[in-house]
């Protein structure tokens, strides 16, 4: 595990790019899982303060479920409190491609918290998600509406290679 201290230090130092990079979110996830302890606290730390950035991205709030699905409970509450308290996150997390997961472990994380605390993040998300529509909001239509008004064109079985060869000469 002492070899793996250097690379470890410098994923730290890079983590908040990494999170946010198509394919550096899956390297963070495996260090989050696997990684030594101290490493562990050290990144969900990173993470924690960088949730404005993170959670609304879809690889940044992939990263965010990994946290807080291996952390201990420590860093899961401290996760929780610290999304919750931040205006408007939790609202646009639920919005991205990762981040409802983590939204949803967010809330069902709220058990854990205060009686009190946990109606105040509720009442602040119901507050925030006002005038959201459950589709998605702008998202453009799929499925039997979007393709209304449209001409529909007739279903032709696709061509064989010999009907191709045959119909360029080639034959």
């Known amino acids: ?3 793996l201290k250097p690379l470890l230090d410098e994923l730290l130092s890079e983590a908040v790019p990494l999170a946010t990079h198509p394919y550096g979110n899956y390297v963070l996830q495996h260090a989050l899982k ?19 950035v993170l959670g609304p991205n879809c690889y940044g ?16 509450l401290s996760l ?8 408007g996150l939790l609202a646009a997390m639920a919005r991205s491609r990762h981040g409802h997961a983590a939204v949803r ?14 109606a ?12 959201v ?27 064989t290679v010999h009907q191709a060869k045959r119909s360029s000469g080639s034959l």
Do not use: I
């Open 61 to 76: 709030s992939a990263v965010l479920v990994r946290a807080l699905s291996t952390g201990d409970a420590r860093v899961r």
């Open 1 to 3: 595990m002492e070899q």
């Open 105 to 118: 472990m967010v809330l069902q994380l709220l058990g854990d918290l205060p009686a009190a605390e946990a």
């Open 34 to 52: 696997h990684g030594p302890a101290e490493h562990r606290q050290q990144l969900c730390d990173l993470l924690g303060n960088h949730l404005s």
């Open 80 to 87: 929780t409190r610290q999304a919750a308290a931040t205006p």
């Open 120 to 131: 105040a993040v509720r009442e602040a998300l119901q507050s925030e998600c006002q005038g």
């Open 133 to 159: 529509s459950p589709s998605g909001g702008g998202k453009p239509q799929r499925g039997a509406q979007a393709g209304l008004g449209r001409a529909k064109r007739p279903l032709r079985p696709p061509a």
